[in-house]
């Protein structure tokens, strides 16, 4: 009877822990892993190799699980028949309860444990995988077990990405629903996904509205003329309003009259101007601006016709302010929002007047 206990209790434990593992390293994250290291865990290394080349700790758990549950199942019944002389019933039993333990014991409580506290179990659970790889791999069984799994899976989805923007979206609600996101930073950061869908010309100032100054006309001029003036860059045009050369800050406007250059043509204080497609994504827009220094840029078409005029203003007030709702909304209805989402800020500003309802 101790034989037999033994051989069970051995058995039980070699595949409760082969499902620990196995649980523990399909549950670990790529994200984990890479804070992992951040923080300088000793075992964040090896953790990475391990779920980079998955194989091979997945080869060395099922081969000792296997052998567990073969090897433990010969022991128990050839211990069982010896104990009972032979007595089906007896080693019916046996049988019945080795197999209600390894259902539960060996499989259902160990893989639960390991999902739910697999960052825990994370070092230690690297040191043992390393350990029960080693043996396969130097006696070269490892080598034959992985190319049996490449003849029959292929490359098995090596070096595809873990994770997709339709993850991150449903990982947002999810989080969004749990407390962990208020609702405006979970807007944000699905906004953020779906931000290369919004071109220049979605949110720009469009050109019939354009607010600019003709650079012969004298600062004092321009002034006069605009003493309640809301914008802080004007642009300035050249002969015609859309030959746009450049613009001024309002700043240098007032620090020219207060020095008494009121006098000098606006061409004194203008600056140079970005010039961007229309068809620009954004995040690709803000690099520029953000490289350049500048806060806004003017928007032209193919054939080099002014569009209108974009700033940074424009394009983090559209990361903020614009409501998409999941991944299923299409290019057109992002754009007809951003494009909203705009005229809202231009009545605010005065750019364009409020609609006045009818009597």
């Not at 997945?58 to 010896?82: D, M, P, Q, R, S």
């Not at 962990?180 to 979605?202: H, M, R, W």
């Not at 203003?313 to 909203?340: C, H, Y």
Request: charged share 25%; aromatic share 8%.
């Amino acid at each position: 009877m101790t034989l037999l206990l033994i051989y069970g209790t051995v058995s039980i434990f070699f595949s409760f822990l082969c499902s620990i593992l196995e649980a523990v390293l399909l549950s670990v994250t790529p994200t984990f892993v890479n804070v992992a290291k951040s923080e300088g865990k000793s075992f964040a290394e090896d953790l990475e190799t391990l779920k980079k080349d998955v194989d091979k700790p997945l080869i060395a758990i099922l081969t000792l699980n296997t052998l567990a549950h073969t090897v433990g199942a010969i022991l128990v019944g050839a211990e069982a028949k010896k104990v009972f002389n032979d007595d089906g019933y007896g080693v019916f039993i046996v049988s019945a309860v080795m197999t209600i333990l390894i259902l539960v014991a060996s499989e259902i409580v160990p893989k639960t444990i390991g999902a739910t506290y697999w960052k825990q179990l994370a070092n230690f659970t690297t040191k043992a995988l390393n350990m029960m790889i080693f043996p396969l791999k130097w006696t070269g069984i490892l080598w034959i077990l992985q190319l049996a799994t490449k003849l029959i899976g292929g490359k098995g989805g090596h070096g595809e990405s873990v994770l997709s923007r339709e993850d991150f979206s449903a990982m947002t609600d999810i989080a969004h629903e749990e407390g962990v996101f208020k609702e405006s930073e979970s807007k944000v950061i699905k906004n953020l996904l779906n931000f290369k869908e919004i071109l220049a010309k979605d949110i720009m100032t469009p050109r019939t509205v354009l607010k600019s100054a003709n650079e012969k006309q004298t600062i004092q001029e321009f002034y006069d003329a605009h003493t309640n003036l809301r914008f802080s860059r004007v642009p300035v045009f050249s002969e015609k309003s859309d030959n746009i050369t450049g613009y001024f800050l309002k700043d240098n406007m007032l620090e020219a009259i207060i020095k008494g250059n009121g006098n000098e043509p606006l061409t004194s204080i203008k600056r140079d101007i970005i010039v961007t497609n229309r068809d620009l994504s954004i995040p690709s827009l803000f690099e520029k601006l953000i490289e350049q220094r500048e806060h806004i840029a003017l928007v032209v078409d193919e054939y080099g016709s002014v569009s209108g005029l974009v700033s940074q203003e424009d394009v983090i007030e559209t990361l903020l302010g614009l409501e998409i709702m999941d991944e299923s909304d299409n290019v057109a209805d992002l754009q007809s929002m951003a494009r909203k989402n705009w005229e809202v800020r231009a009545k605010l500003m005065g750019i364009i007047e409020e609609e006045t309802p009818e009597e």
